[in-house]
């Protein structure tokens, strides 16, 4: 007895299928979901976006960065300035007047989004350079350091960023359809990668850096060509994001934000593209799922009166949990395919046999 | 004979210790040429020297007459060096194929746009690469664990894996650090034979480092000792095996 997912020898067939289903699927959720689910459903796509940024520097490079927000904030920042029409800039800048030369900067959302990218992605080089020359926690300390001086910085630059009062009104160009669309490119985008000739130096700098040098691979050019690829990516999620929010301010983007991601990173499995993207779904739903935390508790014998950031405390023992118990996370370094779900269907009739 | 390595007083210095001192070795085309000498010799520092691992205090490393002390490993991988190491340093989350491929990366000419998408010009260069890297893994005795993790072979396969994929950068000198280390004595037979054969097949000029006496012995024209970064003799195998200077070094000498 064969199980019938191996009966079906096609793997295109099934590809096509999946494809069909999550097409039709995008269509009932965009027509069903209130608007408030479909906030959520849109943050998914997101997170899947930044996390999958991530994961190429953590888990396919092993490269410990903690500067994710730092480039999600260049991100939201630049493609908010390209987008938002004059008159929009003049209302939010109302303390000091904006840069002249930002003024009149109005450009649609696709090629904004793309040079905040690349902006982005020409941050993650100037960092990168230097900061690549250091390994392990002193790299993640310099990302960590970064990413406060981006913070810092923005909250300064009164006559670009709007300081502290951030920039409001942006107009909501993160529709479902972007939101996805764009995660499911970097997706396709990040697996193909991964597959390649590079993503196998990558792979190599990880397991071996001394060994991955000596078959003649620029371990510097490879480091610095996968750290803004991420910045890229992630400059791209944040501004998403700004669009999804519509509000941003340069507080958004502290390490928390950082530490988001890499919860989803560490849940999913390090070096997992499909675990990144399901930890995403999953944690980006149980924050909200998990609100009622928050708000006044009774749990019979102790009673709380609403504490902020009470769910937080969730993810913290989740987070434990996988450490102690599951280092490799939901997926470890493996990728959800057709091959393991048949392999894992398949398992137990072949035993029943023996 | 052609010189393609030559070093010239190379030395090496680590805070107060010197761990390699005034080494001149000289290696011509096609020659097995042993690097010899009891543990903490320097050997092994040598070898990161000639690899661009360490960057030498003074003295210089020509490969075919061109200076290479200093250089970035990977430029001297490029050049046509290639090295195994002592610790066997596969690529661990790879298989034995993947291990194999990563050593074509520099030579596979691609670029990042055409990698991503997929063009059919890497396509093509992808699986030009994977039929040759099959290739290497069948004449080295691999090919049936192509698929299998690297590290699920077991050790002498390992080391084995390890040669395949410094000759997959397609080196014209090899750098063999201890391939017989932990090897009992039938597969050390068989890797005096592979040697042999890699050397011919591939054109190769070889240094060895090894402890394995019957080893070095077996397939080394010449070889050099070192004891204490100093290199105490140079000569063929039958000189060395009587030379009261190796003899010293490695059984120590009578103080009664």
Known sequence: MKSPLAKIADRRVLDASLVAVLLAGFFVADSFLDPFAMQIFKLCAINIILALSLNLLNGFTGLFSLGHAGFMSIGAFSCALLTMTAAQKQMNFFLKPIEPWLMNVTIPFLPALIISGLIAAFAGFLIGAPALRLRDDYLAIATLGFSEIIRVVFTNLQTVTNGSLGLKGLPRFTTMWWAWGVAAAVTVLMVSLVRSSYGRAFKAIRDNEIAAEAMGINVFRMKLLSFVISAFIAGIGGALLAHHLTTIDPKQFQFLKTFDVLLIVVLGGIGSISGSIIAAIVVTIMMEALRFLDGPLNLIFIQTEGTPGIRMVVFSVLLMAVILFRQQGLMGQKELSWDLLSKAGLLPRFKAKE | ?256
């Open chain 2, 1 to 256: 004979m052609e010189t393609m390595l030559k070093t010239g007083k190379l030395t090496k210095t680590f805070g107060g210790l010197t761990a390699v001192s005034d080494l001149s070795i000289e290696i011509g085309k096609g020659e097995i040429v042993g690097l010899i000498g009891p543990n903490g010799a320097g050997k092994t520092t040598a070898f990161n020297l000639i690899t661009g691992v360490y960057k030498p205090t003074s003295g210089s490393i020509e490969y075919k007459g061109r200076n290479i002390a200093g250089m970035k490993p990977h430029r001297i991988t490029k050049l046509g060096t290639a090295r195994t190491f002592q610790n066997i340093r596969l690529f661990k989350n790879m298989t034995v194929l993947e291990n194999v491929l990563v050593a074509h990366h520099f030579r596979m000419g691609t670029n990042l746009a055409e990698a991503v998408l997929r063009l059919p010009s890497y396509l093509s260069k992808e699986k030009a690469t994977r039929e040759e890297a099959m290739k290497l893994l069948d004449s080295v005795g691999l090919a049936a664990a192509a698929g299998e993790p690297s590290t699920s072979l077991p050790y002498g396969k390992q080391r084995r894996l390890e040669i395949a994929r410094a000759l997959a950068t397609d080196p014209k000198l090899l750098l063999l650090d201890e391939p017989a280390a932990g090897m009992n004595p039938q597969e050390s037979h068989d890797l005096m034979d592979f040697i042999l054969k890699i050397r011919d097949d591939f054109g190769l000029t070889i240094l060895l480092i090894e402890h394995h006496m019957q080893v070095v012995m077996g397939v080394c024209s010449r070889m050099y000792v070192l004891d204490y970064g100093i290199t105490i003799a140079h000569g063929n195998p039958a000189d060395i095996r009587k030379d009261p200077k190796v003899i010293e070094a490695y059984l120590g000498v009578d103080v009664c």
